[in-house]
T-cell receptor
Framework: QQPVQSPQAVILREGEDAVINCSSSKALYSVHWYRQKHGEAPVFLMILLKGGEQKGHDKISASFNEKKQQSSLYLTASQLSYSGTYFCGTERRGGGADGLTFGKGTHLIIQP | EAQVTQNPRYLITVTGKKLTVTCSQNMNHEYMSWYRQDPGLGLRQIYYSMNVEVTDKGDVPEGYKVSRKEKRNFPLILESPSPNQTSLYFC????????????FGPGTRLTVL
């Protein structure tokens, strides 16, 4: 079961903030976040392993609510370079080695 | 340079003509996997491998085969490609199966006519 991402798409002006949500129906071991530019490979942003964990670098951060099986990605004061498609990937608790299940992605467009 | 390479990057073929997409990583990673990406569906896992000679099906394995004879290589084989396998394919690797960043290859765009 793919995690559900929301919104599907968002258009922002440079400098505005965005929040992308990822929700799973299964108990989670970890949540990964990746960004993909058109025609390129996904690039790793961060991984959250513990419920309640929050991480961030530059102006991109994320949180993981293990009890609600949800994660959110926060983009603050967005820059043009933040444009792309954002994917969350989840590893389910007790899932062995079956790896990541990705959401369908959130398209983020930053306008000048 | 640490990287995952895939070949070919682009391929146009015809229905039924067997093909192999190669994937190689130089990071001594144990875990490797294949994904296909289709518009609106995100990345879906085809097969994965925990280590040499250990492979298992992902979410969409029908019509694909893989092998892991060496740690660095994880080829994807389409024995009899069909048009519904037209897609963008990514190989990825990580140090171990869980809780680690996945490094993606550049992708292979496959068109089956």
């Amino acid at each position: 079961q793919q995690p559900v991402q929301s919104p599907q798409a968002v258009i922002l002006r440079e400098g505005e903030d965005a929040v992308i949500n990822c929700s799973s129906s299964k108990a989670l071991y970890s949540v990964h976040w990746y960004r993909q530019k058109h025609g390129e490979a996904p690039v790793f942003l961060m991984i959250l392993l513990k419920g309640g964990e929050q991480k961030g670098h530059d102006k991109i951060s994320a949180s993981f609510n293990e009890k609600k099986q949800q994660s959110s990605l926060y983009l603050t004061a967005s820059q043009l370079s933040y444009s792309g498609t954002y994917f969350c990937g989840t590893e389910r608790r007790g899932g062995g080695a079956d790896g990541l299940t990705f959401g369908k992605g959130t398209h983020l467009i930053i306008q000048p | 340079e640490a990287q995952v390479t895939q070949n070919p990057r682009y391929l146009i073929t015809v229905t039924g003509k067997k093909l192999t997409v190669t994937c190689s990583q130089n990071m001594n990673h144990e875990y490797m996997s294949w994904y296909r990406q289709d518009p609106g569906l995100g990345l879906r896992q085809i097969y994965y491998s925990m280590n040499v000679e250990v492979t298992d099906k992902g979410d969409v394995p029908e019509g694909y085969k893989v092998s892991r004879k060496e740690k660095r290589n994880f080829p994807l084989i389409l024995e009899s490609p069909s048009p519904n396998q037209t897609s963008l394919y990514f190989c990825a690797s990580s140090f171990t199966a869980r809780g680690n960043e996945q490094f993606f290859g550049p992708g292979t765009r496959l068109t089956v006519l």
